[in-house]
């Protein structure tokens, strides 16, 4: 990774967080976009006072001008873009038939629309230079349905399905594009859903009632884990890997 230039989106928390950390830890310069420009500077600012290299850039992934703007922006200030990685996320919950137009469209807007505005652009210049890395963080409920995460489980299937079809398009330009669909781990968005301090331990054994699965693994993910899966598929060592959904859920979709 040393030399090269990582852009990693929804940076400032979370797994996004966890990436762009583990990236300038392995040498690259990080270019970090997100809408919280609070939480993005502290995370730049942290890694640069460890010697690493980090830039704060913020910007709403699911607004295509803002995007070609920043995206511009850090081909000129740090670097052409070698590495790209979407983590910007939103979850609203909600039964279908209550869920409201609003939150429906924001979902979109950041989960689907953002990975291919940021993409789409990245990509574009990636073709020029014909080399380059894109790995999605998706999600395991693009693979099974969830009560009540109809729009979340919607959006992150359609992230997944344009991640491998860029894949395609791109693998004559010597471009890989593939997915880290994490499960349950443990970040400010996980936290949000859990209504008492026994919020972990429910995710990791399941529940009956709502037909969802626990975890064999018996623990819940640490954006730690889900950064090494993404660091490797960017990595020479997956040279031959695109297109490919690595699930990264302690086993609980079964495999499937």
């Given at each position: 990774?040393?030399?090269?230039?990582?852009?990693?989106?929804?940076?400032?928390?979370?797994?996004g967080e966890a990436v762009a950390r583990a990236l300038a830890e392995s040498g690259a310069s990080v270019a970090a976009i997100?809408?919280?420009?609070?939480?993005?500077?502290s995370l730049v600012e942290?890694?640069?006072?460890?010697?690493?290299?980090?830039?704060?850039?913020a910007a709403d992934v699911g607004d295509s001008a803002s995007v070609d703007k920043t995206v511009d922006r850090i081909e000129r200030e740090v670097g052409p873009i070698d590495m790209l990685v979407n983590v910007a996320g939103v979850l609203r919950t909600g039964l279908i038939t209550s869920f409201s137009d609003a939150d429906w469209e924001k979902t979109f807007s950041v989960n689907a629309t953002g990975v291919f505005n940021v993409s789409r652009s990245v990509a574009g210049r990636m073709i020029t230079r014909k080399e380059g890395a894109i790995v999605t963080v998706g999600s395991n409920a693009a693979a099974v349905p969830r009560m009540q995460m109809a729009a979340y489980a919607a959006s992150k299937a359609a992230a997944l399905m344009f991640t491998k079809c860029?894949?395609?398009?791109?693998?004559?330009?010597?471009?890989?594009?593939?997915?880290?669909?994490?499960?349950?781990?443990?970040?400010?968005?996980?936290?949000?859903?859990?209504?008492?301090?026994?919020?972990?331990?429910?995710?990791?054994?399941?529940?009956?009632?709502?037909?969802?699965?626990?975890?064999?693994?018996?623990?819940?993910?640490?954006?730690?884990?889900?950064?090494?899966?993404?660091?490797?598929?960017?990595?020479?060592?997956?040279?031959?890997?695109?297109?490919?959904?690595?699930?990264?859920?302690?086993?609980?979709?079964?495999?499937?």
């Amino acid at each position: 990774m040393k030399g090269k230039v990582a852009l990693v989106t929804g940076a400032s928390q979370g797994i996004g967080e966890a990436v762009a950390r583990a990236l300038a830890e392995s040498g690259a310069s990080v270019a970090a976009i997100d809408q919280n420009e609070e939480g993005l500077h502290s995370l730049v600012e942290d890694v640069k006072k460890q010697g690493l290299q980090a830039g704060a850039f913020a910007a709403d992934v699911g607004d295509s001008a803002s995007v070609d703007k920043t995206v511009d922006r850090i081909e000129r200030e740090v670097g052409p873009i070698d590495m790209l990685v979407n983590v910007a996320g939103v979850l609203r919950t909600g039964l279908i038939t209550s869920f409201s137009d609003a939150d429906w469209e924001k979902t979109f807007s950041v989960n689907a629309t953002g990975v291919f505005n940021v993409s789409r652009s990245v990509a574009g210049r990636m073709i020029t230079r014909k080399e380059g890395a894109i790995v999605t963080v998706g999600s395991n409920a693009a693979a099974v349905p969830r009560m009540q995460m109809a729009a979340y489980a919607a959006s992150k299937a359609a992230a997944l399905m344009f991640t491998k079809c860029l894949g395609l398009e791109l693998a004559q330009y010597n471009i890989r594009c593939n997915i880290v669909s994490p499960g349950s781990t443990d970040t400010p968005m996980q936290r949000s859903m859990w209504s008492d301090q026994n919020g972990a331990q429910a995710a990791i054994a399941g529940s009956l009632e709502t037909f969802k699965t626990g975890i064999p693994l018996g623990r819940l993910a640490l954006p730690a884990d889900i950064a090494e899966a993404v660091l490797f598929l960017l990595s020479e060592r997956a040279r031959h890997i695109t297109m490919h959904d690595l699930r990264v859920d302690g086993g609980a979709t079964l495999g499937v």
